[in-house]
């Protein structure tokens, strides 16, 4: 996904005038282990090609380490790994998605390594099921819940559940040189 297409994409993320009868919201979807998950457009910065990352000593083992986004420390999350699954090797496709969550009350940056960025879908919240009571592999407090699209679910994610846990609120990072 090219700057612009994200920035195309971000800008068409508007719920309906007030007073439609559904509300869409938008999904940027992705690949984890072969399975499809996705996170509302609006929590999504941009989408960057993997690259090498920094290690930092004495994280948890989803923290595959750091990079360095235009002069700010940026921790990169490993999701399956922090879904308790294994992480995949990186491929041609892999990338980094960056997004804000709310940590503490604080905005924070964070990378989340995929296996492949699929595309931006549509999904009214009348094809929005809420989580399963189990069956998915993931905790259920990590969804917003299952949407349809194309006759099968999608893993909505609850970015600031997933990431805004006490570990990562004391990664504390030295700033860029």
Do not use: W
Not at 59 to 84: K, Q, T
């Amino acid at each position: 996904m090219t700057q612009a297409s994200t920035h195309q994409a971000t800008a068409a993320a508007m719920p309906l005038a007030p007073g439609a009868e559904a509300q869409i919201n938008q999904y940027l979807t992705f690949v984890l282990n072969a399975e499809t998950f996705a996170i509302g457009i609006l929590s999504i910065k941009e989408i960057i090609e993997y690259s090498s990352l920094t290690d930092v000593p004495m994280m948890p083992p989803y923290v595959r380490g750091v990079i360095n986004l235009r002069g700010a420390v940026v921790p990169v999350i490993d999701l399956a790994v922090r879904f308790g699954r294994v992480s995949a090797p990186v491929t041609k496709r892999t990338c980094i998605v960056i997004i804000e969550v709310m940590v503490n009350a604080e905005r924070q940056v964070i990378g989340i390594v995929v296996d492949a960025v699929n595309e931006v879908l549509d999904i009214p919240a009348a094809d929005v099921e809420p989580p399963p009571a189990f069956g998915t592999g993931i905790r259920t407090d990590f969804m917003l819940g299952m949407g349809k699209v194309h006759n099968k679910f999608v893993i909505l994610l609850d970015v600031n559940h997933v990431l805004a846990f006490d570990e990562l609120a004391s990664l504390e990072l030295p700033p860029a040189e």
